[in-house]
């Protein structure tokens, strides 16, 4: 999970509850060798745990997510998730290492208490909740959940705490570019302005 995940959770959010459970965060790594089992198979669970726990500095995983390109970034520093968690104004996230031997809270800023699970890695937990102004906006219909193709492009960010695009009858208005997207027998056009004049030119204005 990375910040631009959980700041699109926030948007998302009316007045729900983000949880997340068991997301791993940054630890030193060595990188020394590339671990001969694969982590989790059945030959790997025969060493000792402490075995498997020294690796973990050392060395680089060797497992099947890894083999099939689904892997669990590791490399979110607790910094970075600090500033991702930081758009909640309500938040109660704990960290632990060493199978939860090791647990602490994880407030605004980083404290001493933290270090042990710093140097040691683990996983991040937590239930976050949106309480803010923008509350006040509660979107209608899933339209009121859509940004702009080319906004999100070129990096613009949307009102905040209303819908990015306005609605009329035969058409979506994006309130920060002006771009409008035409809505054709109940389907939005809801295409990046380059790809929609090469598909569709028939319906360019």
Not at 5 to 24: A, D, K, M, T, W
Not at 57 to 74: C, R, T, Y
Not at 115 to 128: D, Q, S
Not at 162 to 169: I, N, R
């Amino acid at each position: 999970m990375k910040g631009s995940h959980v700041q699109e959770i926030y948007r998302v959010l009316s007045r729900g509850i983000f949880f997340f459970n068991e997301e791993p965060f940054k630890r030193p790594r060595l990188n020394l060798y590339r671990q001969r089992l694969r982590t989790g198979s059945t030959s790997g669970l025969r060493n000792s745990k402490v075995v498997r726990f020294i690796e973990k500095f050392l060395s680089e995983d060797h497992g099947d997510e890894k083999a099939h390109g689904i892997i669990e970034n590791d490399d979110i520093s607790l910094r970075e998730w600090n500033r991702a968690l930081d758009v909640f104004a309500q938040r109660e996230v704990r960290i632990s290492s060493v199978e939860d031997r090791i647990s602490t809270e994880l407030g605004r800023w980083i404290t001493m208490k933290n270090l042990p699970n710093m140097l040691l890695g683990g996983a991040v937990k937590g239930v976050c909740k949106k309480t803010t102004a923008s509350d006040t906006f509660k979107p209608s219909q899933l339209t009121d959940l859509l940004l702009c193709p080319d906004c999100i492009a070129e990096m613009r960010q949307p009102p905040v705490g209303s819908p990015s695009l306005t609605k009329t009858a035969d058409r979506l208005t994006c309130k920060v570019c002006n771009r409008s997207y035409p809505v054709i027998e109940g389907i939005v056009m809801l295409l990046p302005t380059p790809l929609f004049r090469g598909l569709y030119p028939e319906f360019i204005d």
